[in-house]
Structures are given as C-alpha cells and as structure tokens.
C-alpha cells in the first residue's frame, strides 16, 4: 500500500515555473514506477511523464516533453516535475501515480493516486 500526497501547486504567471512534489508513504516507493498526469476541467485525465524505479528512465508526451522534467528521489521517497515555461493551457489538477511498467514506462498501470494539486498559469 503506497500513500501519495501532492504539493507545489499554485497561482504562477505565463512563463514561470513551479516545482510539485509528490511524497509517498511506505518503504516500497523505490520499487515503483511513478507517473504525473493532469486533468483539466471538461477535459479527460492525461499522461505527461514517467520515470522507472531506479530513475534511470524517463518518458514524456508531447505534452510534458522540453519542458517539464520528472525526477525522484528514493532516499526521500519523492517524486518531483519541474515544469518551466509554462502557459495557460497548463492550468490544470495534476497527479502523481505509483505503478509497475513491465515492458516500456508508456505502458504503466497505476494503482495508487494521489488527492492533487491545482497549478493555475495566468495569461
């Protein structure tokens, strides 16, 4: 069982940055792989970026790719997007996923999520 808590969110201007962190309960976290995704109001959920367990790989979509970057640290069970340049299309809740890849970081199921955090880019 993994707990997943969100911070970081908050009001930024159009090509500013934020940082959201993702802590997680329970001494299993370096054995995940972890996710970020967003959902935007009226708009499904949607996958940004990916990193294994060891953080040795790392996979983004075109909506996360150049300029958002998924890292972790396992000594802190932590996982962080550092995302830069951002505009108003961004503004959405965004999630952190605890899951397993078997055979690409795409491919991760995600079994435990976490409540949130609201990043909103002003124009």
């Known amino acids: 069982q993994v707990q997943l808590v969100e911070s970081g969110g908050g009001l930024v201007q159009a090509g500013g940055s934020l940082r959201l962190s993702c802590a997680a309960s329970?001494?299993?976290?370096?054995?995940?792989?972890m996710g970020w995704f967003r959902q935007a109001p009226g708009k499904e959920r949607e996958f940004i970026a990916a990193?294994?367990?060891?953080?040795?790989?790392?996979y983004y979509t075109d909506s996360g790719k150049g300029r958002f970057t998924i890292s972790r640290d396992n000594a802190k069970n932590t996982v962080y997007l550092q995302m830069n340049s951002l505009k108003p299309e961004d503004t959405a809740v965004y999630y952190c996923a605890a899951g397993f890849a078997t055979r690409s970081l795409l491919g991760a199921t995600y079994d435990y999520w976490g409540q949130g955090t609201q990043v909103t880019v002003s124009s």
């Open positions: 329970g001494r299993t976290f370096s054995s995940y792989t």
């Open positions: 990193i294994s367990w060891s953080g040795g790989s790392k």
